[in-house]
């Protein structure tokens, strides 16, 4: 089996839209298991071993195995099933018979028209904070990452499941810092991002740098395959 080494990934703090290029980490994988060294004392994240690149390898990527554990705290809220809040069920309520395309493009603008933008420090006092579902359909409002848990939540609420969901933060080309869903519809991928625009498929979404993907019991970092020498295969991932 080819070795696998991480170069450089760039990781932050300030919630999953904003995360990327605040925090550098650099990491080699010499044995099975290691830990990212990085100049903060924020909680790991650890690759556990370089073993054959697994779902979900999107946008020229290999995606590696990782315990995510400085995001734990918001993904249990961003995993919390909010089906039976009133607020969800008036969502969802107009997408319920529909194709599951379709729900997934319903969904796409029904949360883009309803839940406004506002950033964690005016709606919460904190610089980095995910509201679940609930929180975030009863304040009206929402960050990048805030609106994105709604979209997954409300899908789940539709029967789709858990683990066909994704989040994945990254780095668009063009807007910077962005958080998008990720859905997996059969052999499929559909991103949802916060740009407003329909869903679309993710091998026609360009111009799109992942970086962290959270899903279910699962996470994931992602980086790209470069040919170093026969014993050794590079996969790098940098906010640039």
Request: some cysteine; overall charge positive; aromatic content about 6%.
């Amino acid at each position: 089996m080819r070795q696998l080494r991480i170069l450089r990934a760039l990781l932050g703090g300030a919630g999953l839209a904003g995360c990327i290029g605040l925090l550098a980490t650099q990491a080699r994988a010499d044995t099975g298991h290691f830990v990212p060294q990085r100049p903060s004392a924020q909680a790991p994240i650890i690759v556990k071993g370089y073993g054959p690149a697994i779902s979900p390898d999107l946008f020229g990527t290999v995606a590696l195995p990782v315990r995510a554990d400085r995001y734990a705290a918001g993904w249990r809220r961003a995993s919390l099933d909010a089906s039976a809040h009133p607020s969800m069920q008036r969502l969802v309520a107009p997408a319920r018979g529909l194709s599951r395309d379709q729900q997934i493009a319903y969904i796409q603008a029904a949360v883009t028209r309803s839940v406004r933008w506002i950033s964690d420090a005016t709606e919460w006092g904190r610089h980095d904070y995910w509201a679940s579902a609930a929180q975030t359909l009863q304040h009206g409002a929402g960050d990048m990452e805030d609106r994105a848990i709604v979209k997954m939540q409300a899908l789940r609420s539709l029967g789709f499941p858990t683990r066909d969901l994704y989040l994945t933060m990254g780095r668009d080309k063009v807007g910077g810092p962005i958080t998008v869903l990720l859905v997996r519809l059969g052999a499929r991928f559909l991103v949802l991002d916060d740009l407003g625009g329909a869903p679309i498929a993710a091998d026609r979404r360009h111009g799109f740098e992942p970086m962290v993907t959270l899903g279910h019991n699962a996470s994931w970092i992602h980086g790209r395959r470069v040919a170093r020498a026969k014993q050794a295969v590079v996969a790098t991932a940098s906010a640039r």
